[in-house]
């Protein structure tokens, strides 16, 4: 699980100062993650990609929960699908990678590699659903997607990238539109108990929608320099796909009807949020529930000490019985070299065992959350240790949600906002609703509307933060990933 | 997890006079796959996908226990790494889908959807081996493969297909060797332990083996028309894509030397092995061990009789409970068309429950492999059916067995090969080691040599089968997919 080698351990620059060297340096020097030989591409290292496997386990038991199937469709999309939704086509063409020749020989259709599958699965809800009975129909797919960046960062924006797409059918655009929200309510469950990260869940502007979607959900993350990472979304498709596809059924009542979609993603984008959300000026930091390594076990001086070395290897084997993910550092190295080396990696409790510890019938224990340093009977590890990582997880959200509730500046005027989002934060503005206003904002501070606040009640108090036209809805703006 | 739409159930051809149909009906009816719409192209259905998930799952324990890492690579390759390799690009060079375009813009390296990744992650790991220390590094994807094939098949043979590929690196020649016979092992017991499959295993000839290997390993398995699938393959890479990648480490004696590697694969394939050695007139039977639905419940006279409905469920609970897949039919159709349902289906065991069945506190058990229709008392369901399971599974495996040896059919003339093969059998054959050989046989007979049998002891005293010339080396030859 551990990297082949520490030559560059612990150079990573200080987060205070360069917190965009800070996650580069932590993505690669924790061996998350390497840049591929073609420009805009990563490698998953075996550390970067268990985390991806913990998070899909995860997710995929919740989705069956909902219902939900996994089925896989074609990553090469008929050039010509992509066309048939106006908005979708606009959205994705530029960025959309095309193959035309296999070995020497012309393809007689462009072939895209899917940068998203609304397209080639509403080709074939159109042969599979005939009559009511078939519906509702819920499928999702892992599956690998393509989206040509100019600008990119591991995990956070790259040519390719992993993530889970589901694409439901419904008779009503009611049920549609519901499975849109219940599935952000999924999201954000995930996102809050399995990584530890709050999140402000909310509809997005027409601006910021899902190109082809008549409505998009989002889930904001806020990362440690104020910047918002969107971490999820859910679309409520309306009859757009259905139109363009011909998706249609037999209704009860003898007539046929478009069907209502919805479609939702989460993608390897997460695992930037956990780092920037958690990391510190140590490396990564991070959440139990996807860890790959819960615990470590450091043997102090177990060279000399025979009777160390063997109860380490004991307690090795009590941990994985008590189902925590666990590593035995016996390498030949400095207990420093190897505090440094799990610090970096983010493993959520490191576990000492020394000659004196053996004798006082105890550990020493470690939490990479907070600075607390402890003893631990041996014989009650395996039943303290499982509780412990509960508790990091629920300390991780507590320290992260109080980062960014004190991190939502409300504003009033333009000059408010700039001096918000300068400090690192989000704005909790009023809007008249135009897209005029967002341009005119990201044009002035590179800031975007991310989703409407969950409270409404007050808007027809309010002016615009950027018009002074009467507010249309109370939404959060700020920079973003 | 079951289809919505059971119009055209059972109009499967027969499995005895056109197989070829039989297999396409099978597939398609059973709503295990569907045809994407870029020809070549195929869809994975809830059902289909579900057998797979469950092969991953069996394999990735596997293989993590033999010291595997997962870890991703992209799939985009520059189109020079494949020219690195002089035998690598000669097999590949003519089926690989070539991107050269981005929205309007042509890129300015031509990109090529792997094939296989031995070059890009040759690439990867000269940067990350350094020293003997590093070593050895094994790491596995799941990933997507793209090919193009001429003539295709579901699961068989498409253009894009999911796989897993293993990629070791050693430090001698010897280690990486016996890699690539031990994972042969792994792919053996998961054969016919969790596919129900026997198979054949043993190195391939020269003509056959992997474009790049030194050696390549193969795994044959017998579908039902006498003809062969080959449905693994691990290859002993030698230092080969060392060379082609400059991947060197520095020895523990001060000197810097390639690596020696091993790379290996299974795929959806397997799936397409299972419906050809175990399915029969009634379509799929499929192995407990991967069915998604491993038993079926089916209330009689549910609608009458709250009793029943209410057992049904009850069951159902308790079966899920025993750690059983289970699914309970209380659709308002007649037993008879759900009992062909799930035959179609290949599931596994069928659980019936009426009335009279619960006065004799009792319910009737059908398997699908098997004729067999027996009671079994509520009480003992839980117990009984998960060890029924396991009895089904070797069952299957016994009778895949008889009739895989029943049909290997020793040949000493090119006569005695065209009958045995016309008759649906393998040939256990003598072979000079000519390439001439094989490839009159292949212009013949539409054979082909498949591995080597694992008793060579009495070589020396046979002919070439084809030549007559002193054989080399006793091969199966057959027809194959």
């Known amino acids: 699980m551990a990297g082949n080698s520490d030559r560059f351990v612990n150079q990573i620059a200080d987060i205070n100062t360069d917190y965009t060297k800070w996650y580069t340096d932590v993505c690669l020097k924790s061996e998350l993650c390497d840049y591929g030989p073609v420009k805009g591409t990563m490698v998953f290292r075996p550390y970067g990609y268990a985390i991806w496997e913990n998070i899909q386990a995860e997710a995929d038991k919740r ?15 008929p050039q010509a699908f992509l066309m048939r939704e106006a908005e979708h086509v606009e959205g994705f063409a530029p960025e ?81 539109n519901a499975d849109a929200l219940e599935m952000l309510e999924v999201y954000k469950e995930l996102a809050n108990n399995v990584l530890a990260l709050p999140v402000l869940t909310g509809v997005k502007s027409e601006k910021e929608k899902f190109a082809g979607a008549v ?8 990362m440690k320099d104020g910047k918002s990472l969107q971490s999820g979304t859910t679309h409520y498709l309306g ?24 479609s939702w993603g989460i993608s390897t984008r997460l695992i930037g949020a956990i780092i920037m959300a958690h990391g510190d000026e140590r490396g990564l930091c991070l959440p139990p529930p996807v860890a790959p390594v819960q615990a470590v076990i450091i043997p102090i001086g177990a060279a000399k000490n025979a009777a160390v070395a063997e109860k380490s290897n004991e307690l090795k084997s009590v941990l994985e019985k008590a189902g925590v993910r666990v590593v035995l550092d016996s390498r030949d ?26 004798e006082a019938g105890a550990v020493t224990v470690c939490r ?23 508790e ?34 989000f704005c909790d503005a ?38 002074g036209k009467q507010a249309k809805k109370r939404i959060y703006f700020a920079r973003a990933y």
């Open 392 to 425: 990091i997880t629920k300390n991780m959200y507590r320290k992260a949600e109080e980062f960014t509730k004190s991190h939502i500046v409300p504003v009033n005027s333009l000059d408010e906002m700039e001096k918000a989002l300068d400090g690192g934060n």
């Open 96 to 176: 959309v990678a095309t193959v035309t020749h296999v070995g020497e020989t012309e393809l007689a259709e462009k072939l895209v590699l899917r940068p998203t599958s609304e397209t080639i699965i509403g080709n074939m809800y159109s042969k599979w659903i005939g009559s009511y009975r078939d519906l509702p129909l819920k499928l999702n797919q892992w599956a690998n997607v393509v989206r040509w960046e100019k600008t990119t960062r591991p995990f956070l924006r790259t040519s390719e990238f992993l993530w889970q797409e589901g694409h439901t059918v419904f008779a009503t655009p009611e049920e549609a």
């Open 63 to 77: 989705f069956k929960a909902h219902g939900v199937s996994n089925a896989y469709f074609p990553m090469l999309i």
């Open 368 to 390: 990479r959350d907070d600075p607390q340093k402890f003893t631990v009977p041996i014989d009650s590890v395996a039943e303290k240790i499982p509780t412990l990582l509960g």
């Open 215 to 222: 409505a998009t959900y989002g889930m904001e993350a806020m």
């Open 430 to 467: 009023y809007w008249c609703g135009d897209r005029e206003c967002e341009d005119k904002i990201k044009q002035l501070y590179s800031a975007s509307s991310r989703v409407c606040h969950g409270d409404q009640s007050e808007v027809h108090r309010h002016k615009c933060v950027c018009c």
């Open 333 to 358: 190295q400095s207990p420093g070299f190897k505090f440094n080396h799990w610090e970096l990696r983010g493993v959520p409790v490191r576990i000492e065992l020394g000659a004196r510890d053996l």
């Open 239 to 262: 009859e757009n796909f259905a139109k363009a596809f011909d998706i249609k059924f037999l209704d009860k009542d003898g007539t046929h009807k478009y069907v209502y979609q919805a």
